[in-house]
């Protein structure tokens, strides 16, 4: 599975921005998805996953109430809607799956592939 990242940028403290991951090579609906971020000087964190079928998703405790993680299996693509917006959100955002299982997957070796990353910016 080939997977694109795109969406970030540079949004002030508070508002919204929404980064997509467009999937290419084997079936889209096949794997669970999910989204990591790495801040400057940071290790790589879980932020959100959603199961093959789009039914079951599952957040970090640092985004939830704030992003929301959808899928669109007809467009090979995923989403990740991130509102309220702060200062220590900014990092480069990956996209990655893993074999659909019933297992949810936090740790990033559990997923296969994976994006390039896009920078999200926010300014205070």
């Known amino acids: 599975v080939q997977l694109q990242a795109s969406g970030g940028g540079l949004v002030q403290a508070g508002n919204s921005l929404r980064l997509s991951c467009a999937a290419s090579g084997r079936t889209f609906s096949s794997y669970d998805m999910g989204w990591f971020r790495q801040a400057p000087g940071k290790e790589r964190e879980f932020v959100a996953r959603i199961a093959w079928s789009g039914s079951n998703t599952y957040y970090a405790d640092s985004v939830k109430g704030r992003f929301t993680i959808s899928r669109d299996n007809a467009k090979n693509t995923v989403y990740l809607q991130m509102n309220s917006l702060k200062p220590e959100d900014t990092a480069v955002y990956y996209c990655a799956a893993a074999p659909k299982g019933p297992i949810i997957k ?6 296969e592939y994976w994006g390039q990353g896009t920078l999200v910016t926010v300014s205070s």
């Open 106 to 111: 936090t740790r990033g070796y559990e997923y």
